[in-house]
């Protein structure tokens, strides 16, 4: 018997379900939109301004109770204008500067001890002690960094002389995001976790309220064929999954201005293979689940491990050996190279065949896994 | 050739037996009637005749198809309409006939002329925009009927189709079925209502996996044993038929007591006379307005056939 017998009928159904919700339909497309927009705006994960309070023991020494003294000044100056640091305040004590500090109002203290000026007048080596609030990583990393650089930068300032060129003069080139904007290189993973909610979670509701409702059980009596009733069932959630995806990018590049590199109609093409993932997976999902309730949760668990392993958040090339070794099951970790890899690099289908079919693979796996389930299910 | 043939059908659950080797056969344009307690295997018995759940024994053909070789062919050639109205209550009645339609891969013109035909003879026609969960439940029924044979199924299997209905609806959805069966349909319907059960052409009882009676209504309301030779049946029409009842029980001449209203229906030792029976029950105050005797109604024979099974098994 034709295994697709009854797609069509279950197509036709399953559409008048989604266009008879409206709220629903319209909520679950402009969820994704609005998240992209929060998070397009929230995310920003370029270090700047970082509130500073300074403690010049040295200046004081000089008697006008303001940073006085010229050598602290300039290096002071040098750190404001880094804009990684804003200085906000100066203290006069020990402390003062650690009450800011554990206030959390500061995030950086910088102390010249009262001999800074002389030392470095006498050209000795001045010290200067930069205290950092370490509970965030980031901003820490760059603090360290960027003070570094400015004393090292002032150090060759001051043996070398003050126009005099640097021995060894690196200069970096950031390829595919020049700008480091944080939109540029967040929002088209995003794009693909975002998508996953819309496609796994709707597909695997639409299964388990038949179940809850019994007219799964009527189903089971007609001709209609597992194959074809989950097909049927995908598809009005996979059209409503490519104008999410037309959606997002068109918010992504009109609203974040990111620029798409590569062929957009390409990525669309290669972003089926995602969705159809997806769509499995919500099938195989509502076959275990019994209620909606479970449905969330068993989706949960999918979507989870989607946003922390597929390397939208966490670089995959730092994870621990397991991890690593999961993330290749997730279908959000091809998307996401997929997708930045369009976006960002300009990749083409040469550099994505692969990626893309791994995720039709996938895709066909999970379908036939499902299947498997449903027909145990009725029997 | 008969609709339906089954041979001792089995089927085990792990160590629990469902049904227990049933054999039974229906004809071409019957009401069946598939009566039975609760968890006694009746769905469990449909769903194999409908062949969805594998035997674990015997055999079964319906409409001339084995349901073990060829389950793909008899779900094309049967209906299968469950209590709960399988309906979706967000598309409207049109839209729900359709689908159904479409299921059994009727298309186009013939899908147009089908529907028509089912809406005209079951009188859908006021309700067609409108959405089905909006329906009451007697309209949602005959929808539900309405969709199960739109494929014009030579069999249609229907459980517990009237369990909360109204007896108008009731009375409906009866006589739809008598149209179509008198059209040569044969309709295979478990009820726990007596009414409808007299209302079969052909009764099977089934108890705890077993088939225990198996005849038209007349004939089991005339199993010889049903009234056990050395008993007979007395309907007790009575004032104060709960004390009565107390007291009826309470004599040993008497085997079973049940109310039927405002009257006691039981089962007597013949060693027992009417009059030893109403001066046992009839002193102070309550006074007994009728005594009579009775046939045993089909309640009568399933719940005698039921306690003489039960007595087997505990033996």
């Known amino acids: 018997m034709n295994p697709f017998t009854g797609f069509q009928a279950m197509a036709y159904k399953e559409t008048l379900h989604a266009v008879r919700d409206r709220f629903a339909l319209f909520a679950a497309f402009m969820m994704p939109l609005f998240q992209l927009v929060v998070l397009g705006y929230a995310v920003d994960t370029n270090v700047r301004q970082v509130p500073t309070v300074v403690f010049d023991q040295s200046g004081l020494s000089a008697g006008d109770g303001q940073s006085g003294n010229s050598e602290t000044r300039a290096f002071i100056d040098r750190l404001g204008n880094s804009d990684t640091f804003h200085v906000y305040r100066h203290v006069r004590s020990d402390d003062e500067m650690n009450a800011e500090m554990i206030a959390g109002r500061a995030r950086v203290a910088v102390k010249f001890p009262p001999e800074f000026a002389r030392n470095l007048l006498r050209g000795q080596s001045a010290e200067v002690l930069v205290l950092v609030d370490g509970s965030d990583s980031a901003v820490a990393g760059q603090a360290v960094t960027v003070s570094g650089q400015i004393a090292l930068d002032e150090s060759l300032r001051r043996l070398l002389g003050e126009h005099a060129p640097h021995p060894i003069d690196v200069r970096p080139k950031i390829m595919f995001n020049p700008a480091s904007r944080s939109p540029n290189f967040f929002l088209p993973g995003m794009i693909a976790i975002l998508l996953v909610f819309v496609t796994t979670m709707l597909t695997a509701f639409s299964v388990v309220r038949e179940k809850e409702r019994g007219t799964l059980e009527q189903l089971i009596v007609t001709p209609v064929r597992p194959l074809a009733l989950m097909l049927g069932k995908i598809t009005p959630y996979f059209v409503l999954g490519l104008s999410e995806m037309c959606a997002l990018l068109l918010f992504m590049n009109f609203v974040f201005q990111v620029p798409i590199h590569g062929n957009a109609p390409l990525l669309i093409l290669l972003s089926t293979c995602y969705l159809f993932v997806n769509l499995t997976i919500g099938i195989l999902i509502s076959t275990k689940a019994a209620s909606q309730a479970e449905a969330i949760q068993l989706a949960m668990m999918i979507i989870l491990p989607s946003v922390f392993l597929s390397g939208y958040i966490f670089p995959r090339d730092n994870m621990p050996a397991i991890f690593y070794g999961l993330s290749f099951l997730i279908p959000a970790t091809y998307m996401v190279n997929i997708s930045r890899g369009v976006i960002l690099r300009g990749a083409g289908a040469a550099e994505l065949w692969l990626d893309a079919l791994v995720l039709l693979a996938l895709g066909v796996i999970v379908l036939l896994l499902a299947a498997r389930r449903f027909r145990r299910m009725i029997l | ?315």
């Open chain 2, 1 to 315: 050739m008969a609709a339906i043939i089954a041979e001792n059908l089995v089927r085990r659950f792990d160590a629990f037996t469902a049904v227990d080797g049933i054999s039974f056969t229906v004809q071409p344009g019957e009401i069946f009637g598939f009566l039975g307690p609760n968890g006694s295997g009746k769905t469990v018995t449909i769903k194999m005749l409908c062949g969805i759940l594998p035997l674990t024994g015997g055999a079964a053909q319906v409409d001339g198809i084995d349901v073990v070789r060829d389950p793909d062919s008899v779900r094309a050639r049967i209906g299968y309409m469950s209590q709960k109205f399988a309906l979706y209550d967000d598309l409207t009645v049109r839209e729900n006939l359709r689908f159904y339609g479409m299921v059994y891969d009727i298309r186009g013109a013939a899908l147009a002329r089908r529907m028509e035909e089912i809406i005209a003879r079951i009188h859908l026609e006021p309700f067609l925009g409108r959405q089905a969960g909006k329906l009451s439940g007697g309209w949602k029924q005959r929808l539900a009927l309405g969709c199960a044979l739109l494929h014009e199924p030579h069999i249609l299997f229907l459980d517990e189709p009237t369990a909360g209905i109204d007896p108008v609806a009731r009375r409906q959805l009866w006589d739809l079925l008598f149209e179509f069966s008198g059209h040569g349909m044969t309709f295979f319907v478990t009820t726990h209502y007596m009414d409808e059960a007299e209302r079969c052409s052909h009764l099977a009882y089934i108890y705890y996996g077993r088939l225990i009676a198996d005849g038209t209504p007349l004939s089991l309301r005339q199993l010889p044993d049903m009234t056990p030779a050395g008993t007979y049946r007395l309907e007790i029409t009575t004032s104060e038929v709960t004390v009565a009842l107390r007291r009826v029980r309470a004599l040993p001449a008497v085997r079973s007591a049940t109310i039927f209203g405002r009257s006691i229906h039981a089962l007597i030792d013949a060693t027992c006379p009417q009059q030893e029976l109403a001066r046992a029950i009839g002193d102070d105050g309550i006074r007994i307005e009728d005594l009579r005797p009775l046939a045993p109604s089909l309640e009568d024979v399933f719940v005698e056939l039921s306690e003489r099974r039960q007595r087997e098994l505990a033996a």
